[in-house]
Nanobody, 115 residues
Framework: QVQLVESGGGSVQAGDSLSLSCVAS????????VGWYRQAPGKQREKVAT???????NYTDDVKGRFTVSRDNAKNTWYLQMNTLKSEDTAVYYC?????????WGQGTQVTVSS
């Protein structure tokens, strides 16, 4: 089993920055791709960013150049640095890992950006 706990959400103004963290327990995840998703009200959950075990990153077009995903394998933790936030970034953000064919999710953390 894998447990994921996020932290770092909050309410900010457009143009501000926030950093999210996801701490995993139960298994060491250094060899797995991990990532971040978000779900805005009335919308489907969407992938925001992923980072592979080797450090390769992928981003949805909406956040390229503004968000940075990183990981610290020694801490079994990954991060999402969000800069130049926009009102359309408002959503509940979830960290994710697929371990042994099953998706594991954090509890979600709210990010609210006011324009």
């Amino acid at each position: 089993q894998v447990q994921l706990v996020e932290s770092g959400g909050g309410s900010v103004q457009a143009g501000d920055s926030l950093s999210l963290s996801c701490v995993a327990s139960g298994r060491a995840l250094r060899t797995y791709t991990v990532g971040w998703y978000r779900q805005a009200p009335g919308k489907q959950r969407e992938k925001v960013a992923t980072i592979s075990s080797g450090g390769s990153t992928n981003y949805t077009d909406d956040v390229k150049g503004r968000f940075t995903v990183s990981r610290d394998n020694a801490k079994n933790t990954w991060y999402l640095q969000m800069n130049t936030l926009k009102s359309e970034d408002t959503a509940v953000y979830y960290c994710n890992v697929r371990w042994l064919t099953r998706d594991y999710w954090g509890q979600g953390t709210q990010v609210t950006v006011s324009s």
